[in-house]
């Protein structure tokens, strides 16, 4: 499953993070994916393989933020 993901897109992923939230916010795109968590702004990298493994989906943009 090949995303093609942009900077700024919104991404639910498949865990939540500690904090409740499972939406990420894309910051980087490469090699290794940024993602920044939309519930306490915590930035993690991922490489792409890791991403598109744990990715859902990626959220439309009326209903990111």
């Not at 919104?10 to 940024?34: E, L, N």
């Amino acid at each position: 499953m090949a995303l093609d993901v942009k900077i700024g897109d919104v991404v639910q992923m498949r865990k939540t993070h500690p904090c409740g939230s499972d939406r990420w916010k894309v910051y980087r795109v490469g090699a290794d994916i940024g993602l920044r968590c939309l519930g306490c702004q915590r930035r993690v990298m991922l490489t792409r393989r890791k991403f598109e493994r744990s990715a859902k989906r990626i959220v439309p943009s009326d209903a990111g933020e």
